[in-house]
């Protein structure tokens, strides 16, 4: 190879070096590891959005979530009374498809005590695919699935023994993955808060 070209070359991959590293430090990245389609995208996005001025999807769900309460000013109250664990189904969005959302709360690591505590939780979607065994775990991929209104009518065509073993395989799921990658300590556990049957 020319030396002019290595030369050139080498300049190049030294710009591309330290910007990757910036980006690094930016977002919280590995060392000077470049962004991989197995990443976590979500603080990009997040950046993004915010420079182009447009919102995120999480972003719409909370817009979403805060029109309901103010055209609903009664369902805090009721939310308050609810079981500490809720199940429903309704109808899939696409005729024949089955499915089970799961929304779990996660105990969290306290920032300032580094204890695992209820307090510090966060909240985590699934969504279960029955004929494909699938997993969705992103929430605005999982909103279209769920949404609904007080006027949706109940719906559940799934036997109990399938939803009890899709239940367990979502528990194990949650403690392989997330509670595994976040290094969770023995006997944290997801606790499901609400599940509804898709069919």
């Not at 050139?8 to 590293?21: M, P, S």
């Not at 430090?25 to 590891?33: C, S």
């Not at 009374?81 to 809720?86: F, M, N, Q, T």
């Amino acid at each position: 190879m020319p030396h002019d070209e290595l030369k050139d070359i080498l300049i190049l991959y030294e710009k591309v070096t330290n910007k990757a590293l910036k980006i690094s430090k930016t977002f919280g990245i590995e060392g000077k590891k470049l962004l991989t389609p197995d990443d976590e995208y979500q603080a990009l996005k997040e950046f993004n959005n915010k420079y182009e001025g447009t919102t995120t999807p999480l972003e719409d769900m909370h817009l979403e979530y805060q029109k309901i309460i103010q055209e609903n000013p009664d369902i805090l109250p009721r939310i308050k009374h609810l079981p500490l664990k809720v199940f429903s189904g309704k109808e899939h969005p696409s005729p024949g498809a089955k499915a089970v959302f799961f929304c779990y709360s996660i105990p969290g690591k306290d920032p300032s005590t580094k204890e695992w505590t209820d307090e510090a939780s966060i909240t985590k979607w699934y969504l279960y695919d029955i004929d494909s065994e699938n997993i969705i775990d992103k929430e605005a991929d999982i909103i279209d699935y769920i949404r609904c209104n007080k006027d949706t009518p109940r719906r559940q065509t799934i036997p109990k023994d399938t939803l009890i073993e899709i239940r367990e395989k979502m528990d194990k799921y949650v403690k392989n993955t997330y509670l595994k990658k976040v290094q969770a300590p023995i006997g944290i556990k997801a606790e499901i808060k609400a599940w509804m049957e898709l069919s």
